[in-house]
């Protein structure tokens, strides 16, 4: 019999921001890399319940309620603009340490994140956006009409109050879809719900008579996307009465590379199309180049690591006694900072390796970086007896002392308090052997060898490499000691 696959648990968490108390969704491992999910109008993190299912078996997926929605708490006097909206955010992001993140942006997610880029622009992997508009093709006749309500406009505020009943919203979620049986009702309640809330209705006026703010700040988004190209992929329903496909097509004029997908549906279009969407999305998240440093570049095995991250199209920092001390968590810190991964091969006198890993510990912490892969030694491997190669008699004096340094260090890592994610990657004790990259080789978390088929614990230094770099991408085995081999 088939197991049924197990869908992630989702936490329902509240972090306090500078006097507003965002409600957030939060799910995945913490260690791998994270997605920001931003709402849209009228809708608050609940509308993205089943995207957040579906990516959080690979990814650190977040979803924040902003002031004005959802279970979002905001004090009386807060001043509702998407200066301040992108403003709570930013410090959202801060408060939670999130460093590094691919930004999905929907509807008012497209205000708030592009904000958020222009400012934070190296904390951006990537942009999936979805019916989020930057430019003036992009806008129909009915949102254009909407932009024109301002403050001080006759009949502004009776125009907007207009757009907060429970029909308009139920509008936007069925209109333009061609089942309508795939939209859950109770999407639109709950927007009904809270925008029926006290104080909300007032919030939505601000924020209404505030997007022409957007609109006006289109040719610097546009300069924003043309000087940074981040990655994007482009998701649009075609039948938006708010913004019609074009809108989608016109990011390829700043962003040539963009994947552009139109699907056959409304504005809500996760509603009809998630089964058609979470494919393209995964497929565009794994394929996200990611930022990693690697010290101890210049060796044998730092090097072949080096070589595979930039092989595979990451953003390789290269760190070396001349660019960072290893026993120094300050330095560390300053050199580390951005990264989303950091890879270690390390050898030297004077307890240098054990050291090291106290001090990566306390620097990558310091630098709000959150994955640290060991590259360790095969001495610290049990025989079949139980006894660590290091500890046999018949142990290379040679190669001793590294060793034993090489297991310290995985002692120190395994007493760890730290919320650092490490994963300590052991090679065969033995038969660590120059040969080609085959991409065929076992990855598991355990203190004893592989053996393969031939009797023996065997890999070759580009599989190694390639089984290390899989660890700084995937975050797996997460504080746990792995080793490799061919089967």
């Known amino acids: ?13 509240y972090a306090d921001v500078d006097g507003v108390t965002v409600f957030y969704r939060e799910a995945g491992p913490a260690e791998a890399p994270t997605v920001l999910l931003l709402h849209g109008f009228p809708s608050a993190s609940h509308q993205y319940r089943r995207l957040i299912e579906a990516l959080a078996a690979r990814y650190h997926v977040v979803a924040p309620d902003y002031p004005g929605f ?8 807060y001043a509702y603009s998407f200066d301040g909206l992108a403003d709570t955010v930013e410090r959202f992001t801060d408060v939670l340490g999130l460093r590094r993140y691919a930004l999905y942006l929907f509807d008012f997610g497209g205000p708030v994140g592009l904000r958020l ?24 006749e009915l949102a254009q009409g909407m932009i024109a309500n301002r403050p001080g406009v006759p009949g502004a505020e009776d125009q907007v109050r207009g757009i907060l009943t429970l029909a308009v919203t139920r509008g936007q979620y069925e209109g333009g879809t061609t089942d309508v049986s795939l939209v859950d009702p109770a999407g639109w309640t709950l927007d009904q719900y809270f925008l029926d809330q006290p104080g909300r209705e007032e919030a939505q006026i601000a924020l209404a008579l505030n997007y022409w703010s957007n609109v006006e700040a289109y040719p610097r988004w546009q300069q924003y996307l043309r000087d940074h190209q981040p990655p994007a992929l482009v998701l649009w329903g075609r039948n938006d009465a708010f913004f019609p496909e074009a809108g989608a097509y016109a990011y390829l004029a700043d962003l040539p590379d963009a994947e552009v997908h139109v699907f056959d549906t409304g504005h809500f279009a996760l509603e009809e199309a998630l089964p058609e969407v979470v494919p393209l999305i995964g497929g565009f998240l794994a394929k996200l180049p990611r930022r990693i ?8 095995l730092g090097g072949a690591v080096a ?10 920092t290269p760190l070396g006694r001349s660019t960072m001390d290893v ?16 890879v270690v091969a390390i050898k030297g006198d004077d307890s240098l390796v ?23 030694g095969g001495g610290s491997l049990q025989d079949p007896s139980g006894q660590r190669f290091v500890d046999s008699p018949q142990f290379p004096a040679i190669y001793l002392q590294t060793a034993r340094d090489q297991a310290e260090a995985l002692e120190v890592l395994r007493a760890s308090a730290d919320p650092v994610s490490w994963t300590y990657i052991s090679p065969p004790p033995v038969h660590l052997v120059d040969g080609p990259r085959t991409g065929d080789y076992l990855v598991e978390a355990r203190d004893t060898p ?3 088929a031939s009797g023996e614990s065997r890999v070759s230094v580009p599989d190694f490499a390639a089984a290390v770099v899989d660890a700084a991408e995937t975050g797996r085995f997460d504080r746990r000691r792995v080793t490799v081999a061919y089967a």
């Open 354 to 376: 054990p050291r090291g890993a106290k001090a990566l510990l306390d620097g990558l912490s310091r630098a709000g970086v959150r994955r640290l892969v060991f590259v360790g």
């Open 327 to 342: 026993t120094d968590p300050d330095s560390i810190a300053a050199a580390v900072a951005g990264h989303d991964a950091v």
């Open 450 to 452: 592989i053996v393969g």
């Open 70 to 77: 959802g279970f979002t708490e905001a004090p009386a006097d």
């Open 293 to 300: 440093a690697v010290v101890g570049a210049g060796g044998r």
């Open 1 to 13: 019999m088939t197991a049924l696959a197990i869908p992630p648990q989702v936490h329902h968490r």
């Open 117 to 140: 880029a222009e400012r934070r622009p190296e904390r951006v992997t990537g942009l999936i956006v979805q019916n989020a508009n930057a430019y003036a093709d992009g806008l129909s």
């Open 307 to 316: 070589r595979e991250v930039a092989e595979r199209g990451h953003r390789l």
